[in-house]
T-cell receptor, first 112, second 115 residues
Framework: KQEVTQIPAALSVPEGENLVLNCSFT??????LQWFRQDPGKGLTSLLL?????REQTSGRLNASLDKSSGRSTLYIAASQPGDSATYLC???????????FGQGTRLTINP | EAGVAQSPRYKIIEKRQSVAFWCNPI?????LYWYQQILGQGPKLLIQ????????DSQLPKDRFSAERLKGVDSTLKIQPAKLEDSAVYLC?????????????FGPGTRLTVT
C-alpha cells in the first residue's frame, strides 16, 4: 500500500528566505508526482507535475525534484513572500491505478 | 473557462441526520472524483466516475455514503446517517479523462460539521 509522508507538518519562515518542503513515498512504482497548494476555504491548485521519467520541474520561483528510486521529492521555493503562505500537498499517481494518494500536507507561513 | 462548482460551501448537521452535496464539473470533463479531507490530513479518494459509471469506490463507506452521476455531468454525494467522524471537507474534482496524463481540477469544497 502506497503511503505518502510530508515533513515538516508546519513551517514558519521570514519573508525572503529560500525553503524546501519534503515529500516521501513508500512505493516507487508511480506514474507521476504532483505538488498542490491549498488556501484556507479553497480547493487545491496544481503547482507542478513531474512524470516518473523526469528529475525536476520548474515554474517561476518554484522547483520540484523527484528521486523515484529513493522515494523522495522536494519542493523548493525561492525568495519566499507572504502570499506563499498556504498548505502544500504532494500526491503520487500509482501505477495500475488512476487515483492520487496524498500526503498530509505542510502548512507554510511566511512572516513579513 | 468556469471551474468545478460545489454547493453548499458549508453545512452543519446533527449526527444521524442526512446530507447531500452537489458538484458540477468543468464542461467536457468525463471523469469526476469525490475526496474526503479530514482536518490535518490529505484528501482521500471516496469515489471516481468515468462518465456515469463508477471506476473506483473501494474507499467509500457504502453503508452510509452513496453517490451518483446522472447523465455523466453533475454529481451528488449523500451521507445517511451522518456520524461525528464524517466531519470533513468534501472535495470534488474533474479531469478530461481518467488516464495518468490527465490533470485533476478541484472545486472549493464543502465543509461539513457533524455535531
Amino acid at each position: 500500500k502506497q503511503e505518502v509522508t510530508q515533513i515538516p507538518a508546519a513551517l514558519s519562515v521570514p519573508e525572503g528566505e529560500n525553503l524546501v518542503l519534503n515529500c516521501s513515498f513508500t512505493d516507487s512504482a508511480i506514474y507521476n508526482l504532483q505538488w498542490f497548494r491549498q488556501d484556507p476555504g479553497k480547493g487545491l491548485t496544481s503547482l507542478l507535475l513531474i512524470q516518473s521519467s523526469q528529475r525536476e520541474q520548474t515554474s517561476g520561483r518554484l522547483n520540484a525534484s523527484l528521486d523515484k528510486s529513493s522515494g523522495r521529492s522536494t519542493l523548493y521555493i525561492a525568495a519566499s513572500q507572504p502570499g506563499d503562505s498556504a498548505t502544500y500537498l504532494c500526491a503520487v499517481r500509482i501505477q495500475g491505478a488512476q487515483k492520487l494518494v496524498f500526503g498530509q500536507g505542510t502548512r507554510l507561513t511566511i512572516n513579513p | 473557462e468556469a471551474g468545478v462548482a460545489q454547493s453548499p460551501r458549508y453545512k452543519i448537521i446533527e449526527k444521524r441526520q442526512s446530507v447531500a452535496f452537489w458538484c458540477n464539473p468543468i464542461s467536457g470533463h468525463a471523469t469526476l472524483y469525490w475526496y474526503q479531507q479530514i482536518l490535518g490530513q490529505g484528501p482521500k479518494l471516496l469515489i471516481q466516475f468515468q462518465n456515469n459509471g463508477v471506476v473506483d469506490d473501494s474507499q467509500l463507506p457504502k453503508d452510509r455514503f452513496s453517490a451518483e452521476r446522472l447523465k455523466g455531468v453533475d454529481s451528488t454525494l449523500k451521507i445517511q446517517p451522518a456520524k461525528l467522524e464524517d466531519s470533513a471537507v468534501y472535495l470534488c474534482a474533474s479531469s478530461l479523462g481518467h488516464g495518468r496524463t490527465y490533470e485533476q481540477y478541484f472545486g472549493p469544497g464543502t465543509r461539513l460539521t457533524v455535531t
